[in-house]
């Protein structure tokens, strides 16, 4: 089946650097990537939409300078978190779709920024 | 009103029942529709996917989609201890803007052994 690996699993980092997490698709060409947001017991609200060669589309509220989304390929997307603070910590997740095919998640990403 | 409910749980059932998840949409141009299983800090992991009204069997676990209804079932049957999960279902049209899925906010299982 479909595979999509994140990259890294957990990351703590200090206030004020960036932080930037991988997004691949292991064995289909993802035309479109999504990250989320997951808070503790929360189901997943979508940040943005990313496709491959064009800039990504934010969901509102979603600060596009904060969180920068390349998708240079048709299997990678980054996230870069930039000037993280404490209320950046969150899980964060990808997903990533083909041609015809339904979504399939990354195992998320763990942020926490002290 | 939110385009897709579900069920908010939390569901805690015995080994071996039977597990009805639910949710409705209000959104008549939904035709895919799809049930993720979510472990604790993990991503969501596809576990079935449906197009269209009808049933769909996998294993232990049946789809049921009534679009005339706007109302999506995922049954679990023998549940397993291994099943505690959170389900999230998710639905989405088929010229939506670059795919995006529509989720319910997910039902949390817990199956006692």
């Known amino acids: 089946g479909a595979v999509v690996s994140q990259h890294p699993s957990r990351v703590i980092c200090k206030s004020g650097t960036s932080v930037k997490i991988e997004c691949r698709s292991l064995d289909f060409q993802a035309t479109t990537m999504f990250w989320y947001r997951q808070f503790p017991k929360q189901s997943l609200m979508l940040m943005a939409t990313?496709?491959?060669?064009?800039?990504?589309?934010?969901e509102q509220g979603v600060e596009k300078d904060k969180f920068l989304i390349n998708h240079a390929s048709l299997t990678l997307s980054t996230l870069t978190v930039t000037s993280a603070h404490p209320e950046d910590s969150s899980f964060y997740i990808c997903s990533a779709r083909g041609s015809g095919q339904p979504l399939h998640f990354g195992n998320g990403t763990r942020l926490t920024v002290t | 009103q939110k385009e897709v409910e579900q069920d908010p749980g939390p569901l805690s059932v015995p080994e071996g029942a039977i597990v009805s998840l639910n949710c409705t949409y209000s959104?008549?141009?939904?035709?895919?529709f799809m049930w993720y299983r979510q472990y604790s800090r993990k991503g969501p992991e596809l576990l079935m996917y449906t197009y269209s009204s009808g049933n769909k069997e996998d294993g232990r676990f049946t789809a049921q989609v009534d679009k005339s209804s706007k109302y999506i079932s995922l049954f679990i049957r023998d549940s397993q201890p291994s099943d505690s999960a959170t389900y999230l279902c998710a639905m989405s049209a088929r010229d939506t803007n670059a795919g995006k899925s529509t989720f319910g906010d997910g039902t949390t299982l817990t199956v006692k052994p």
């Open positions: 959104n008549s141009a939904f035709q895919y």
């Open positions: 990313s496709n491959e060669g064009s800039k990504a589309t934010y």
